[in-house]
């Protein structure tokens, strides 16, 4: 891999050379050859063994090379089994770098293999459901990206599906297993006032025709700023989620309605959200965030998961992270780990990120919505999803 091709692809040396501080070098690697999808990469600068054998990669685009690839080899071993994507090339090339044995020709034959236990999801937005689903169906441990549901559909079919099933399914939304949330919870205990949170996201700039924009596809709200309300519904459930909020969402450009937006959320209790993402230009190193909360006494800053500080009357603190760390690790390791995250919540944020994603499809700046009503539209009764 040539110099030029590494210039060509991030820019210029000086944006891989940030890249490498941000996550370090073997990380970076590993994005770079996603990128570029050339050469056998199996190593991560030490032997790798070979794990059990016993994973299916349902995707295997970028993400499913730089984040899931990686953290798996470097974790697991060679443990993947089989992989694929309706894009034979990007099957074809994430097997051949990452040393896996197999190809499916389609994903129920990656579902319906016996030998494979646990179903890594990783492909468009609106397949996630269906796969979820029906790898559940088959006794399957199940992970899937983020978004889990693009519609209140598939949402209420696989709240059912996780009901009926024995087996484990998690989500991708990493943020809640951040070094800065973690260390950030231990100064929230017992807290039973009203939260002040405040998120600002500098996003990638996506071009008008980006999938993620697609109707099909959630927009932009489901592609992206189901991060941020997956957050907040994870804060507040330290104490206990309030059921009906105000929903407010201001755009900048009526014509474009999932980008420079502001969403506004108070809840009954005095809950105040605001979530403002902006994509007026290109960051250099990546989606930068600035996360600002006030909690009773508690007054808290997260600077782009690198940082954080508090204040909490006399008493302060002050961590940095040596690698920017947005909880990715942590969250695809679930399925192997004690530090899991209740499934329910995911629920939870998805139904409030659905409830945005149509107003921001229908133009309606303005909604009251509650979680009990909006769960009783579809037949589940909230009692039922804490399981």
Known sequence: MSKVSIINEFGNLKKVWHFIGLYGWQRTLFKVVGKLRVGKLSWIGRPVRIGEQNIGVIGCGQFAFASIGYFL???????????????????????????????????????????????????????????????????????????????????????????????????????????????????????????????????????????????????????????????????????ELPDRWQIVVVWSDQNNRDDDFTIVLTSERGDLISIILTARTEPFEGVNETINLQWGNTIAKIDDFRRLTVWKCKKNGSYKYEKKDLGHESAIMQPFSDTIRDFSEVEKSTLLMLEIADMVIQGIPSRQFSFADSWAKLGISGEHLEK
């Open 73 to 239: 080899l470097a974790n697991r071993g060679r443990c993947i089994a089989s992989c694929f994507d309706v894009d034979k090339q990007a099957s074809n090339s994430y097997a051949s770098a990452l040393s896996v044995p197999s190809v499916a020709d389609e994903a129920c034959d990656l579902i319906d293999d016996p030998s494979t236990k646990i179903i890594y999801i990783a492909s468009n937005h609106y397949s996630h459901t269906e796969y979820a689903v029906a790898a559940l169906a088959k006794g399957k441990t199940v992970y899937v990206e983020k978004p889990v549901s693009v519609t209140l559909q598939q949402l209420a079919s696989l709240s059912a599906e996780r009901r009926r099933s024995s087996n484990r399914i998690y989500a991708g939304y990493n943020r809640p297993f951040s070094a800065a949330i973690r260390d950030l919870r231990s100064w929230c205990a017992d807290l039973q006032s009203p939260l002040t949170l405040n998120c600002f996201i500098s996003g990638h700039q996506l071009s008008k025709d980006h999938w993620y924009r697609e109707p099909k596809e959630g927009t932009r709200i489901c592609g992206n700023t189901g991060h941020w309300l997956d957050l907040a519904v994870h804060i507040l459930s330290w104490n």
